[in-house]
Structures are given as C-alpha cells and as structure tokens.
C-alpha cells in the first residue's frame, strides 16, 4: 500500500536511526527529503509545505536548547504531523436504525462496489437488521443490474422500481424503504466522467428526496491531484460527510488519502483495497502511519483474519496447536484456514517491510501452490493415516501419491512439514505449562 511513499519514508527513518544525533544542517537535510518524498507521492504542494514546516518547528521547538536532536524524537514529530493530517482519532462509520446512506462520485470510481461492501460491512454488524439497497444509475446501461446482482449476492434486498428516472425512482425507493420495516437504506448514484451542471442539478434533487443521513464521497485513487477538485464539486452540490478511496491496491500514491481532509474538512472513512465484498478497510490514522513507516499493520490483519474464519474453526485449530497433540486432519484445517485467508501477496501488504521484502513473489507463490497440494495428499489418505501416519509405509506412500497426481517426494515433503508442525505444538504446549507453574518454590 502507497508503496513510494512508504518506501521513501522507511529510508528516512532508518536513516535517522543510523545516526545517533541530528545537527541543525542534517535536519535541514532530513526535512528536504521528507518535502520532496511528500511531493513524490502527489501531496499537493501547499499541503507539503505546511507539513515540513510544522515538523521543523515541532522538532526545533523541542530542542532549543541542546542545538542536537535524538532520530526517534524527529520520526515521532512527523508520524504525529501525518496522523493529525489523517484526523487524529479514528471517524468510524456509525449508522443508526433508520439511517439513509448515499454514495457519490464519479463514473468508474468504485460507488457501486463500495455500497455492496458497505452493506455486507452493516449486514454482519447489525445481523438482526432489514437492509435495503437501491440504485439511481439511470444513466449507464446495465448500472442497476449490477447493484441488483450484488445485492443478490451478499442477501440483501434491492428495491424494483417502476421509475424511468433518476428523481421518480428516487420517490419510488424512499417509499419502499419507509413502508417496509427495513433499518437501513443504501443509495446508489449515477455519475458522469466528470462532473458537470446535468449531473449536480440531479444529485441535488435525489438528495433532497432521500434526505441521507451519511453523504459518502467515492473517490478513485487512481487518478491522482485531479480527484481533490472533483471531491470539492461534490462537496459544494450535496453535504458530504465522509470519503471513502477506492483502489489502493492498484498502486495508488499517497497524496490523496493525506490531503483529503484538509481539502474537504471532513474524514476518510475506509480505504477500497480490491474487488471483493470485504475488501474495504477502515482508515485508522495511527495504523496507517505506521504502515507508511514500513512497520506493518498486524492489527488489520488479524481483524481481517477474524472475518474471514470461522471462529468455532479458529478455536479448534488453536486448541490442537496448544495441546501437542496435532493430527494431520488438523494440519488440513490449518491450510484451509490459511487459504481463506486469501493471497499471500495479499497478507503481506500487512506485514513489516523488513519482513515482506524478505520474500520474493516467486516464494510466495511457490507456497500458495504448495499449501494447495498439501490439502489434496491429506485428503487422499485414509482416515486411519491421517490419524497414525507412520502407517504410510512406501507402498502407501505411493497409493497416496497417485491418488493426489503428486510425486512420492510431495508427499515425503508434507510430512516433513507436518512433523516440524508437531514439533512446535509440542514446544507451545512446554511453554504453556511452564508459563502456568507458580513461580515460587
Ligand atoms: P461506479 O461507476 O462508481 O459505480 O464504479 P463501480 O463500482 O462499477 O467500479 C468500477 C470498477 O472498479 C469495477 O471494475 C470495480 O470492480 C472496480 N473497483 C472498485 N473498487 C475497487 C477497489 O478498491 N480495488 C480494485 N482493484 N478495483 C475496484
Ligand atoms: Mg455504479
């Protein structure tokens, strides 16, 4: 995520760390560099001004008086200037029973894919809720259908309408949503390659009819400074109360996420990260800097863990790992775990770089396919082998082998593997019981 800037920024710090004091004429240096990694990463200019100047006299201001300054001090000052940048606090998105939200943006910008999220996102925070989702694309063909589909998709209901036009069908979804007991209504919106008078005059008019309580601004990443003009013609037709960035798995440079808020004066909310329904990452200022500096954010990634596994699933595999007493069938769960998990490529975004870049994409597919092979040689053994397998003699083996289209030496692999899994259940469970010991004599 923000690859350059976060590249850029990791360099600087552990630069800074190399040195164990700062004098006047390296800040001066240090700043320069922050400046133009900033400018590198499509920060407007202004704004980067306004950043190393704070930093400089955040840092100054510390210490006057010693004319030196430690690294960690100055790293602190310009990671606390970017959260600020950022909102401080985290701006979660809260809805109420009743609540009407609508997205808003551009044509391509991700509002249709980012409602569907949204609603599986409310969906599995409010399950005993009645959601509702309706679309206002009247002017792409086929731009319904997709919200419909989506809808289907992630069980929850869209709203049919007999409308041939944006406002009627506005009326028409209102009603639907207001005599029908639902808790939350999602609005789709159409947009316009750029906008334009036609588009605000309609956008005004349908927002007056639903009356959202949360006015959600799409922006696509992708398209750079260009984006914070548009969110400010959006911001001038319809009350946007937050934003949400679309595509920053696609490379997306950091500029907009760190300028929206100054620009429009209201918070990022989430961060689009690809294309399926739960693909959408709320925006945490702390955790977000820390992942530009390179450090990781191993907290969203166990929170995306979370969803994803089953918790009754979770526990099982903890409790076999916790016991020493590991079966291959619970090795299996374990991979399957790990695959619902998706793309390795995929977790390592989350990961410190020090880390992640210890491994190539060659590796990580290498283990992507292996973790897949493994999954099939567990399941072509009996039962009875999956509990003992020191049964697998070569003959065994071999059965084995043919049976998952693999070689005796795939199968001769996953046991090794295996055992090394056993081998540290067997070190957890050790250090389980000597962590439960009273410590006195
Ligand atoms: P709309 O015209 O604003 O409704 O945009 P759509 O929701 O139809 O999205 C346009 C394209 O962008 C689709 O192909 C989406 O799958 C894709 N898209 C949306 N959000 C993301 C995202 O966060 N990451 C990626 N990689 N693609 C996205
Ligand atoms: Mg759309």
Request: aromatic share 4%; proline share 4%; hydrophobic share 40%.
């Amino acid at each position: 995520m923000f690859e350059r800037l976060s590249s850029a920024l990791h360099n600087i710090a552990t630069r800074l760390r190399g040195s164990r004091l700062i004098r006047e004429d390296d800040l001066t240096e240090i700043v320069q560099q922050v400046r133009q990694s900033l400018l590198d990463s499509d920060v407007p200019q202004q704004l980067a001004e306004d950043i190393i100047g704070k930093l400089r006299a955040s840092v100054v201001a510390q210490q006057r008086i010693q004319g030196v300054k430690p690294a960690e001090q100055i790293i602190h000052a310009l990671q606390q200037q970017l959260i600020d940048l950022l909102g401080g606090e985290p701006s979660p998105l809260v809805l109420k029973r009743g609540d009407v939200l609508m997205v808003v943006g551009l044509q391509g910008s991700g509002k249709t894919t980012t409602l569907a999220k949204l609603a599986y996102r409310m969906k599995q925070e409010h399950p005993g809720w009645r959601i509702l989702m309706g679309s206002l694309d009247y002017y792409r063909p086929a731009a319904r259908e997709q919200l419909a589909q989506l809808a289907g998709q992630i069980q929850v209901d869209y709203a049919s309408v007999s409308a041939t036009e944006p406002i009627g069908a506005a009326r028409e979804i209102s009603q639907c949503y207001r005599s029908n007991g639902y808790d939350l209504l999602l609005v789709d919106t159409a947009g316009r390659l750029q906008t334009d008078a036609a588009l605000m005059e309609e956008l005004v008019a349908v927002h007056g009819i639903c009356r959202p309580t949360d006015t959600i601004l799409v922006l696509d990443s992708m398209i750079g400074q260009a984006s914070l003009g548009v969110a400010k013609e959006f911001a001038k037709a319809v009350p946007v109360s937050g934003g949400i960035l679309t595509k920053i798995d696609s490379g997306a440079r950091a500029g907009i996420a760190l300028a929206f808020r100054t620009s429009i004066k209201q918070p990022l909310l989430f961060l689009g990260v690809g294309e399926l329904r739960d693909d959408l990452e709320p925006l945490i200022p702390a955790r977000m800097v820390q992942r530009l500096f390179g450090e990781g954010d191993l907290a969203t990634l166990a929170e995306r863990a979370q969803g994803r596994i089953a918790e009754q699933e979770r526990l099982q595999a903890e409790k076999a790992l916790r016991s020493g007493k590991m079966t291959l069938n619970d090795f299996a769960a374990q991979l399957k775990m790990m695959r619902s998990l998706g793309s390795m490529m995929s977790m390592a975004r989350y990961l410190p770089r020090e880390l992640s870049i210890q491994v190539t994409p060659e590796q990580m597919e290498k283990g992507e396919k292996e973790i897949g092979m493994f999954g099939a040689i567990i399941s072509s053994m009996t039962p009875r082998e999956r509990l003992v397998p020191a049964l697998l003699t070569s003959s065994r083996k071999k059965r084995v082998a043919r049976g998952a289209g693999v070689s005796v030496a795939d199968v001769n692999r996953l046991l090794t593997a295996f055992e090394e899994l056993q081998r540290y259940a067997t070190m957890m469970k050790n250090f389980g019981y000597s962590q439960q010991k009273p410590r006195v004599r």
